[in-house]
């Protein structure tokens, strides 16, 4: 019985310190919008979002292993997402923040994807097949402010 107790105990102990490491992590400039703008509005109609700043939230379903430059977050939908991407250097958003909760404030833009259009992180965000099509219209999402939720401290550019 007392080995059982100090087994518990001991399990516990690890459990609690590998927590105590994961916290939010700001990236950016502080968050200041309180009203969340809900992905699936961005996806439907993004040229009403074209140049405003507004706040999304979701989970991170995929990140840059490269540089970190970009990450997909998802949308209510099942097969939503949006792009958010940086120039490289401004932001490395963390390989461990996949499947992480993240609010990120920005703006979103219009990248039209041309035949010479060589940016692989783009191509990346519109999915191979539907960049091939000439003067596909795709939306990414820059940020200015990003939070993660309970992730491991991580270096921040």
Excluded at 17 to 31: H, L, R
Excluded at 80 to 102: L, T
Aim: net charge positive; aromatic share 6%.
């Amino acid at each position: 019985m007392k080995k059982i107790i100090i087994n518990t105990v001991s399990i516990l102990a690890v459990l609690i310190s590998n927590n105590a490491y994961a916290k939010d992590v700001v990236m950016g400039k502080e968050i200041t919008l309180k009203e969340n703008t809900n992905i699936t509005q961005l996806i439907k109609t993004p040229k009403n979002f074209l140049g405003k700043t507004v706040l999304i939230k979701g989970k991170v379903l995929d990140v840059c292993t490269e540089q970190g430059c970009w990450m997909k977050v998802s949308g209510a939908n099942k097969n939503e997402s949006i792009f958010v991407k940086v120039k490289d250097g401004d932001m490395v958003f963390p390989i461990a923040a996949k499947g992480r909760d993240v609010t990120v404030e920005g703006e979103l833009y219009k990248v039209n994807m041309s035949k010479k259009d060589d940016d692989m992180d783009m191509k990346e965000a519109a999915g191979e097949a539907k960049v091939k099509k000439i003067g596909k219209d795709i939306y990414v999402f820059k940020p200015k402010a990003v939070k993660f939720s309970n992730i491991e401290e991580v270096s921040k550019k």
